[in-house]
C-alpha cells in the first residue's frame, strides 16, 4: 500500500483509487451526480470535478471492429489515441482459430458480438465487402464501411494508420444527432470507400 505524509494527514492512494472508481462505475450504471454524491459522502461538484479531469472526448458511442488485419496493435493503439468506445480487431490467423472451434461456440460469440453493437451509435467495420454489407443488414445503424477487399477475404491487410486515425476522429466528432446522421451520410463514408483498394493484403510467409 503506497501512502503518502501531508502534514499531520496520511493519505492511501489505493483508498483514493478505489473511490474513483467506485464513483465513476456508478455514473456509468446511470446514477446521478447527486445520488453518487451521497452514497460517497462528498460534494456534487466533487464528482463533476472528476468527470471533467478525466474526460477525453465527448460525442457518440463508437466501435470498431476489423478483420483481418496485418498490424493489429497498431490500429488497436490509433483506436486508444482517438477514445474508441469498443473495439475488435484480429489477424487472419487469430480468425482462423476461432473458426477450428465448435461451431455452436463461434455462433454464441457471433450473435454476443451482434448484440453489443447495437448499443453503439456509429460502427467502423472494416472487413470485407460480403461482410459489411451483411452487417449493414443486420444491425441497422450507422455503419462506416471501409472494404479491405472482395469476399472470401483470407489474407492480411495492413491499414493505413494516418487514414484510420482522421476517419475516426470525423466519426467521434461530438455533434447533434442530425448533423451526426448528414455528416456519416456524406464526407465520412465516402472518405472510407475511397480507401477501396489502398490497403493490400501482406503476403503470408
Known amino acids: 500500500m503506497r501512502l503518502y505524509r501531508i502534514g499531520e494527514k496520511v493519505i492511501s492512494r489505493e483508498k483514493l ?65 482517438c477514445a474508441v468506445d469498443f473495439t475488435l480487431v484480429f489477424s487472419q490467423a487469430e480468425r ?27 460502427i467502423v467495420l472494416m472487413a470485407s465487402d460480403w461482410r459489411i454489407s451483411t452487417v449493414e443488414k443486420i444491425l441497422g445503424r450507422e455503419v462506416v464501411g471501409i472494404p479491405l477487399g472482395h469476399s472470401p477475404l483470407r489474407a492480411d491487410v495492413t491499414v493505413d494508420l ?24 456524406g464526407a465520412v463514408i465516402e472518405k472510407a470507400r475511397e480507401t477501396a483498394g489502398r490497403w493490400t493484403p501482406s503476403k503470408r510467409s
Open 17 to 81: 483509487s478505489r473511490m474513483v472508481s467506485d464513483v465513476l462505475e456508478a455514473r456509468e450504471a446511470g446514477a446521478t451526480q447527486e445520488e453518487v454524491a451521497v452514497a460517497h459522502g462528498v460534494q456534487r461538484t466533487f464528482v463533476s470535478f472528476l468527470e471533467s479531469l478525466g474526460e477525453v472526448r465527448r460525442g457518440p458511442r463508437v466501435a470498431l471492429v476489423a478483420f483481418p488485419v496485418a498490424n493489429v496493435e497498431a490500429v488497436l493503439d490509433v483506436a486508444d489515441e
Open 96 to 122: 482462423e482459430g476461432l473458426e477450428s472451434g465448435p461451431a455452436a461456440k463461434m455462433f454464441n460469440s457471433v450473435l454476443d458480438t451482434l448484440a453489443t453493437l447495437r448499443d453503439f451509435d456509429v
Open 162 to 185: 494516418d487514414e484510420l486515425r482522421e476517419l475516426l476522429h470525423d466519426v467521434t466528432a461530438p455533434t447533434g444527432p442530425d448533423r451526426r446522421a448528414q455528416r456519416l451520410a
